[in-house]
């Protein structure tokens, strides 16, 4: 037997729909379009980067792969390797793992780029606007097949880059993650923490 699929006029219908999975599912034009699972390397990465995290700002403001950001555009849904989350947020993803477009953004994002072009594209340039559109004030690409780590940071006009790690260097905005202020995540890239 043939089901046919949903279709959802807004994100609040998507967010009442339960397909009794735990599946993730990205909303494109209405539709659901499954979000497939993370490779072994990159769910290590998000994982050593969340130890590092927990340690700094405890464990209740760290969320892996799962937490969902409601965005402008398309699909209506992005679901970040790692984010890290403001106090307030706490409380008010209790009920569900999703930060909406009324909330206030996280503190930081954290892609890691997965292999192939359109995945480079999604992360470097269609996540990048999104996530500038919420006002998120740090987003950190991380790019295993280039070895390098880009920090960008919230400015007046959008995001800046504000770092840019390549080879042994890629490993510094996680080896700096000790100049995290627990209260923000805007210590992290400024040039003016780097080791010269």
Not at 1 to 12: C, E, I, L, R, Y
Not at 51 to 77: D, I, Q, S, T, Y
Request: charged share 20%; glycine share 8%.
């Amino acid at each position: 037997m043939v089901q046919a699929k949903p279709k959802f006029s807004s994100f609040d219908e998507y967010l009442a729909y339960d397909d009794g999975t735990d599946c993730l599912y990205e909303l494109f034009n209405g539709e659901l379009i499954a979000v497939p699972p993370e490779s072994g390397f990159n769910t290590s990465l998000a994982v050593f980067l969340l130890v590092h995290f927990v340690a700094l700002v405890g464990h209740r403001r760290v969320r892996p792969h799962g937490l969902e950001l409601e965005v402008r555009g398309e699909p209506k849904n992005r679901f970040p390797d790692l984010t890290i989350l403001r106090e307030e947020h706490i409380q008010l993803l209790s009920h569900r793992n999703t930060i909406r477009l009324t909330m206030p953004p996280p503190l930081l994002v954290v892609e890691i780029v997965s292999p192939g072009e359109f995945q480079r594209e999604r992360d470097y340039v269609a996540k990048r606007l999104q996530y500038q559109d919420l006002g998120i004030p740090e987003y950190w690409i991380v790019n295993p097949e280039t070895q390098t780590v880009l920090g960008l940071a919230m400015a007046a006009d959008g995001f800046a880059e504000v770092g840019s790690f390549q080879g042994q260097q890629a490993s510094y905005p996680v080896a700096s993650v000790s100049s995290l202020n627990p209260n923000g995540c805007g210590a992290i890239c400024q040039r003016s923490n780097l080791d010269k």
